[in-house]
């Protein structure tokens, strides 16, 4: 068990610079989980905090060395694939316990390891067998075994659900989240899947181009993400974006306004008249019955139900688009005129610079 | 099945049959009449042995009047040791091209290719002198040198085709594990390279079997003939004794087929490997 600390650090492929100054903390057992588009970079990131990509420029620490010139496996790494990655020619046993040898790790101890991490991985009936007679979550299951008899600081996993059905999809999680629990180990985590980067990490770092855009607690992102991308990239079905402009300030008051929803006061002191802004509000914070500070009307175009929620895609007097989370069974008809209201803490505003305008609300 | 399905796969088992009876026939023919007489051969060529007709006079007199078993023997270690080089130098350079970036490894490629379109047997004159300066000349070390030579470069092009479908996360895995670069390749590469191997085992094995260029100017002495250098012996300018050549080429044959059966499952699952996934 270590921390991690990666500072400066770049990776460049020729003229393609994949990792941009990526400075990150990771503390001691944290469960931290890294999310971005596709392309951002975070299975390099990933690589090269395991040894198998060598860096541009910057350094990393796990358990206060600097590991940049060790090997993987000098670096007290364990890292999961998608692709799971098991050797086909080996049965489950020999698979977890092929990389011990190399390690200097008795005979007797090998076993005990493994057989601990059948234990809790449920692997025990299948430690004879050979990887193409398993199922993909069982095969999953021995790639993370083969992890965890490694006994590493840090465990690296680059999208281990990925190639799981949904329902195996979430039962891996939970085992996952379990296994933390357990071994209370550093896990650095790559997912596409927002849902398991809500549930499982005690901090996301989102990631977009080769850049850290944010890093914070998952409801801290959810609730103030820091810019324009994370609060558009957080959240499903995405933020609505609304433009607008500073049209006057007083007493530590500016007020926004722009094509499409009601005028409203953000007690800030920030802003200028005539800025620029992008006010933001996620669907499920835009509710029909209450009255709030923001209001957009709109006719409603489309809706999906869902069941217990629906979404309806309405379209604003300027001919923009924008998704409201309806609750219950009282859902709006297509053609329908409404009205959508969002409370005063639920409105994000973003400056030109694509920075969150902070408020007296955010307290 | 529809009728014109019938009509064409007919058509095609009727063309297949046909090669494999051009393919086979001349073996089966070579084999037949090396149990026979003298007479029985040019009496009736295309008859299997009968009661009247069988004779081992052939394989006798190969036993007795020449060195054949020393000619096996030498066939023998000539391609296995030349095959198991290419396998072994073949593979590693295979893996080393395909797996590591280091200066010059384009070059190199490069050159190993050319050994590819260019016949090794323009070389003749300059690999007999080498060999002769380097007092080499009539011994076995000399022939598997140059097979070693000859049946490198298809090998490393046909192997870095099917290290390069081995899933990179693999070796990254191991990597991961503490596993050696030498163990990576050798036991975790080359295990699933083998139908690859085999394949290439195969192509290797053949030509060297078969050759007789090489011992023909490189031996001379009948302690490093092989086999077929040896079974010219008893082909006369004036004289042919068709029953010794017959026996020996039966006997030449046999080690190729035994080989080939033996790798032939993997070989054909190295043959369609990549083209059914
Ligand atoms: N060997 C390479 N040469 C050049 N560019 C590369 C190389 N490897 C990766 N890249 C580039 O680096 C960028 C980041 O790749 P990376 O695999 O880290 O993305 P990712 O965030 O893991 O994406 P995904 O979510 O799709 O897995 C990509 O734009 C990719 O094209
Ligand atoms: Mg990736």
Redesign the pocket.
Known sequence: MANLRIEHLNKR??A?T?LNDVNLKIEDGEFVVLV??????????L?MIAGLDGASGGDIHIAGKPVNTLAPAERGIAMVFQSYALYPHMNVRKNMTFGLKFTGVPPAERERRVAEAARMLRLEELLERYPRDLSGGQRQRVAIGRAIVREPAVFLF??PLSNLDAALRVSTRVEIANLHRLLKSTIVY?T?DQVEAMTLADRIVV?NK?CIEQVGRPLDLYYAPANLFVAGFIGSPAMNFFEAKVGSVEGGCARVAGPGFRSFDLPTASLRVGDTLTVGVRPEHLGRGEDGPFAVEGVVELVERLGESSFAYVRRADDRLFVAEVRGRQTPMPGERATFFAAARDVHVFDAASLRVSTQNDA | MTAEQRARSLGVHLVLIAYSLLAVGPILLVVMNSFKTRSAIFGSPLAPPDATTFSLVGYEKVFRSSHILTYYSNSLIVTLVSMALVLLFGAMAAWALTEYRFRGSTALALFLSIGIMVPIRLGSVAILNMMRSAGLNDTLTALILVYVAQGLPMSIFILSEFIQQIPKDLRDAARCDGVPETRIFFEVVAPLLRPAIATVAVFTIVPIWNDLWFPLILTSSDSTHTVTLGVQQFLGQYITDWNSVLAALSMAILPVVVIYVILSRQLIAGLTSGAVK
Not at chain 1, 36 to 45: M, R, V, W
């Open positions: 492929y020729g393609t994949v971005g588009p596709s392309g951002c970079g975070k299975s390099t990131l690589r680059d999208e790559v596409h990631m080769g």
